[in-house]
């Protein structure tokens, strides 16, 4: 009986252990947050989905960026961009025209060259790899005249 006892503890330690072990390795091994954001949408709305994002510092982030409308949209964000440290912008899909880079404008010295603009064409994504550094309020949006006063806005909100 008491050597029953012993193997079925035994084996459910055992058990335990496997798991908390692919736990643990599971959380080191974990990517960048990924967060998705829409730029119009496939009926050509002007509008950004979600048009509010919350981030956290010192937190690494995919923020895929899609296009599904029929025009062209420049996602413009300066001061969110100086705002972080971007590893790498990845143009995973569809067409993007260009990526515009500010150095000096924000009149702030930016720890790497600050994204100023990323154009992206009808159908096109893109994937911003970044950690955020401040904290604060950014606002985003389509750089395109009217764009956004037809409510392409958003603002993005790193805590
Ligand atoms: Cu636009």
Redesign the pocket.
């Known amino acids: 009986m008491f050597k029953q006892l012993t193997i079925v503890i035994a084996a459910l330690c055992a058990s335990l252990a496997v798991p908390m072990g692919a736990q643990a390795a599971a959380t080191i091994e974990r990517g960048p947050i990924e967060v998705v954001l829409r730029?119009?949408s496939a009926t050509d709305g002007?509008e950004l989905s979600p048009n509010m994002l919350q981030l956290e510092t010192g937190k690494p982030y995919k923020l895929v960026i899609t296009n599904p409308?029929s025009?062209?949209?420049?996602i413009t964000a300066p001061e969110f961009a100086a705002a972080v440290s971007t590893r790498k912008v990845e143009i995973t899909g569809g067409n993007v025209e260009r990526k515009r880079f500010l150095r000096t404008k924000l009149g702030i010295a930016p720890r790497l060259p600050v994204i100023g603009e990323i154009e992206l064409r009808a159908g096109g994504k893109t994937e911003w790899y970044f950690t955020g550094n401040d904290a604060g309020r950014f606002p985003i949006e389509?750089?395109?005249p009217a764009?956004?006063q037809?409510g392409?806005v958003g603002m993005i909100i790193v805590d």
Not at 71 to 74: A, F, M, P, S, V
């Open positions: 730029f119009g002007f409308s025009t062209t949209h420049y389509c750089g395109i764009h956004a037809a392409m």
